[in-house]
């Protein structure tokens, strides 16, 4: 045996070099597909009506800081831009959110050609992400999961093209993609636990010595620094929010984990994601993103683990998809006639991701969709809830109505109160749900009457009310069964405590 073979046979293994060229961008049809996502996503924005979560959204963007009880500060702030720049109507508010999407139908394209799909490649990966379920819901609603999945593309294909070249120059854009991140959510955090196992455990570890890692991290740092100090001065009610959301659906999120990480791209792109699984592992090529493949499972095991929704870990699954773009594409070529049943399947996703994920049923039908989609419903009744309150309150004696207090038991009814409210004669609404809890209890002076409006039975947050009576429950006309339809409306005679000393036992976080 020769000198160089005994030292080849000892030494490790390198990863495999890596393509000294990408692919050329398919330009022109991924962006025909970002435009018909968009035109589609603003076609139907104006349908329903504002979901219960951007309702909440509109009136932190008025309280803007650098942090909120279950949030970061971006979302609010987009908000309020938003309404500055559009106006004040759904289809507004919107706006962001459609731009957003077809954004993620671009990064998922470019991940493809990342893994060294052509054109042919690119165009399914853009066209698997603009039909999936998900990407189609986030992008109709705002909401701090349309920013997050485009946040989490972003760092998975940064730290790609830094994996794929060794240049340890994108650790800066790495370090700017999650700092942005965490701007929105801090969930973020899981994507680079996750990221970072799966370099230590099957590298490439060399760009982990890089000298541009410090610069990123210091990006990363000093972006998030401002929210994560409000979060400290406030005691850190993020973790407060989580552990609710953990104890009250931890047990189903984690039974429909896997379940939902299929329903929500779509079941009809099971074996592309699994072939991309499969190319990451097994392709010399692609040995260099092999660390992505483990970084899905272990985020996997961290959403599981603490009990969060299943979505989280869904960027990273777009990223399987992307890499089982180009293996498809082989596939279909070695047999043309394929091409019949991989369309058949991209016509059949975009249909039935389009009926569940967007507001195409008339609006008596969504109960139809709403056991897979409970967002669709959300959007629906909120008019009438304030309609229900204005009945309790023109209830109030016209001389009592400037002590009288209308408050509401989540942020989605106190949001809703505080849109169509004014237009209906009904003051500013209080809650004590999440942030509005920050905004401030009335006035001690305001000791009259109160109405409540609020879903569900009442707890013991409820009992320092004297003499409530039921007014009416909210109906939303449409027979739609969402968290709003038939909730209580009450007149309360007043509060057994001034509001001062009420308040801190209103505060609520889930």
């Known amino acids: 045996m020769s000198r ?32 018909a996502v ?21 009136v932190a963007g008025r309280h803007l800081a650098w942090g909120y009880v279950d949030q970061p500060p971006l979302t609010p702030l987009l908000a309020r831009v938003s309404g500055e720049l559009f106006g004040d109507d759904p289809q507004d508010l919107r706006i962001f959110a459609a731009l957003a999407c077809a954004a993620t139908v671009l990064v998922v394209a470019l991940i493809a050609r990342e893994f060294g ?40 294909w940064f730290t790609l093209r830094l994996l794929r070249t060794g240049d340890g120059r994108w650790w800066l854009a790495v370090g700017a993609a999650v700092g942005g991140a965490m701007l929105n959510k801090y969930l973020v955090g899981y994507l680079v636990v996750a990221l970072l196992v799966g370099l230590f455990a099957v590298g490439p570890r060399d760009v982990l010595r890089s000298r541009w890692l410090g610069g990123g991290i210091a990006i990363a740092v000093v972006l998030a620094t401002p929210g994560l100090i409000w979060q400290a ?38 074996p592309i994601w699994v072939a991309g699984g499969i190319c990451l592992w097994r392709s010399e090529q692609l040995r ?53 049943p991989v369309g058949s399947m991209l016509v059949i996703a975009t249909v039935t991701s389009a009926v569940i994920s967007l507001p195409l049923l008339p609006a008596a039908k969504v109960n139809a969709v709403n056991g897979i989609n409970p967002e669709q419903g959300e959007q629906i009744g909120w008019p009438e809830l304030a309609d229900a309150a204005a009945v309790a309150w023109t209830r109030i004696p016209p001389e009592q109505r400037d002590r009288a207090v209308l408050f509401a038991g ?36 305001a000791d009259g009457p109160v109405v409540i409006v609020r ?26 069964d969402n968290e709003e339809q038939h909730a209580v409306v009450e007149l309360c005679a007043g509060t057994a405590r001034p509001w001062s000393s009420l308040w801190p036992d209103l505060r609520h976080f889930y």
């Not at 139907?44 to 979560?53: A, I, T």
């Not at 409820?462 to 909210?474: E, K, S």
Request: hydrophobic share 45%.
């Open 4 to 35: 160089v073979e005994k030292r080849t046979s000892t030494e490790p293994l390198l990863p495999a070099p890596a393509p000294r060229a990408l692919p050329p961008l398919a330009t022109l049809p991924v962006s025909l597909i970002m435009f």
């Open 233 to 270: 001065g406030h005691d850190w009610p993020q973790f407060t929010v989580a552990a609710g959301i953990g104890s009250d659906d931890g047990t189903t999120n984690r039974i429909m984990f896997v379940p939902l990480q299929i329903a929500y791209l779509s079941p009809l792109f099971v």
């Open 288 to 340: 260099w993103a092999r660390s992505i493949l483990l970084g899905y499972l272990v985020l996997c095991v961290l959403v599981i683990g603490s009990g969060g929704k299943s979505y989280y870990a869904l960027p990273l699954l777009l990223v399987l998809v992307a890499a089982g773009c180009e293996p498809t594409v082989r596939w279909v070529a070695a047999r043309p006639a394929r091409r019949v």
């Open 455 to 480: 879903e569900g039975e009442a707890t013991q947050r409820f009992r320092d009310f004297v003499d409530c009576r039921l007014v009416t429950r909210v109906d939303n006309g449409k027979g739609v």
């Open 117 to 156: 799909s052509g054109r042919p490649g690119q165009l399914l990966a853009a066209a698997c992400t603009a039909t999936s379920g998900i990407v189609l819901g986030v992008g109709h609603l705002w909401s701090t999961a349309t920013l997050d999945i485009l946040a989490w593309l972003l760092v998975a």
């Open 38 to 58: 968009f035109a589609v996503q603003t076609a139907v924005s104006s349908r329903y009506g504002f979901h219960r979560d951007e309702l909440y959204f509109v």
């Open 410 to 445: 989540n942020y989605g009814e106190a949001g809703a109160l505080d849109r169509y409210g004014p237009a209906r004669g009904l003051p500013k609404p209080y809650s004590g749900h999440m942030s509005f809890a920050d905004w401030g209890p009335p006035p001690d002076r």
